[in-house]
């Protein structure tokens, strides 16, 4: 069976975590900077206003955690933590938002592709939240396992 190559293996969980904080920064903006959102002519203004507050939030946060995460090793837990907290934070709101009454995750002028039958960004929602805590779960676990061996791992 193929290994993956040792610097692909120590660095398999910040990986994750940049992938999640990725899709953060950048899907809001493909999925919301158009006509069925921000450019929607039904929209309000202060609606409006919502929805690019809702897209640069992520965006900003999302790159701060990226930042964090790749600047320096040696505040290892402090960056996985921010790294996981800014994904799971943003795409786990979508789960509880889907028990608000009168809330939908389409609407039928603008409606969402389906992935075996999950709404598209409910199913991303939960990629995204998931790789966001494996990520922080692998790199926790293989800084620990450093530790405990007396060596810090090799981040580059």
């Known amino acids: 069976m193929l290994k993956?190559?040792?610097?692909?293996?120590?660095?398999?969980?910040?990986?994750?975590?940049?992938?999640?904080?990725?899709a953060t920064v950048l899907a809001p903006f493909t999925a919301?900077?158009?006509?069925?959102?921000?450019?929607?002519?039904?929209?309000?203004?202060?609606?409006?206003?919502?929805?690019?507050?809702?897209?640069?939030?992520?965006?900003?946060?999302?790159?701060?955690?990226?930042?964090?995460?790749?600047?320096?090793?040696?505040?290892?837990?402090?960056?996985?933590?921010?790294?996981?907290?800014?994904?799971?934070?943003?795409?786990?709101?979508f789960f509880p938002a889907l028990l608000v009454p009168g809330t939908g995750v389409d609407d039928p002028a603008h409606r969402v592709g389906r992935i075996a039958g999950i709404p598209i960004n409910v199913f991303w929602a939960t990629v995204t939240t998931v790789s966001a805590f494996v990520g922080w779960l692998l790199d926790s676990r293989m800084h620990s396992t450093s530790r405990r061996s007396g060596r810090e791992p090799s981040r580059r």
């Open 4 to 22: 993956p190559p040792g610097i692909l293996r120590r660095n398999s969980g910040r990986l994750l975590l940049s992938v999640a904080n990725l």
């Open 32 to 93: 919301d900077w158009n006509q069925s959102h921000i450019f929607n002519d039904e929209w309000p203004s202060h609606a409006r206003f919502h929805g690019v507050v809702a897209v640069g939030t992520p965006a900003g946060l999302g790159i701060f955690a990226l930042w964090h995460l790749w600047r320096s090793p040696a505040d290892g837990g402090v960056s996985r933590a921010i790294a996981a907290a800014v994904p799971i934070s943003y795409w786990g709101s």
